[in-house]
């Protein structure tokens, strides 16, 4: 069961840095595209709404990072911050939909459950 652990802490890392780099490509296209217009509003617009969509792709992926890592790590605060983001990923049809599913699926096993929980020391 722990090989399901890691599997769902890289897929987290992996889909977010994806997401980081879509931000990243999505914000200097439509600047781009702003600075080719004559139209100064339409300029401004494009730059406004680059600068949104960029922090908001962003803040959504960061958590993915923060959870994958903590994952790998067998951080329960990391389990729990997993199945949330998985519960909010099931609504990105379809890949989305497949990791969450999975994802909270592995994440309620108890053998996985038992991997996060504090071990004590004699």
Same mark, same amino acid.
């Given at each position: 069961? !722990? +090989?399901?652990?890691?599997?769902? *802490?890289?897929?987290? $890392?992996?889909? +977010?840095?994806?997401?980081? =780099? *879509?931000?990243? $490509? ?6 781009? =595209? &702003? *600075? ?8 401004? =617009?494009? +730059? ?9 792709? %962003?803040?959504? +992926? %960061?958590? *993915? @990072?923060?959870?994958?890592? &903590?994952?790998?790590?067998?951080? !329960? ?5 997993? $199945? ?5 990923? $099931? ?7 497949? =990791? &969450? @599913? ?8 108890? !053998? ?11």
């Amino acid at each position: 069961m !722990e +090989s399901h652990v890691k599997i769902i *802490g890289i897929l987290y $890392i992996v889909l +977010s840095i994806l997401g980081l =780099i *879509g931000a990243l $490509i999505l914000f200097m296209v439509l600047n781009l =595209i &702003g *600075g080719y217009t004559d139209d100064p509003n339409a300029s401004m =617009i494009l +730059s406004i709404v680059a600068n949104v969509l960029a922090v908001v792709l %962003v803040v959504c +992926s %960061v958590p *993915g @990072i923060i959870a994958g890592w &903590g994952l790998l790590n067998y951080k !329960e605060w990391a389990r729990i911050l997993t $199945i949330i983001l998985s519960a909010l990923n $099931i609504l990105n049809f379809p890949i989305g939909t497949a =990791i &969450g @599913i999975y994802a909270i699926w592995a994440l309620v096993q108890p !053998e996985i459950i038992a991997l996060f929980k504090p071990q004590v020391q004699n």
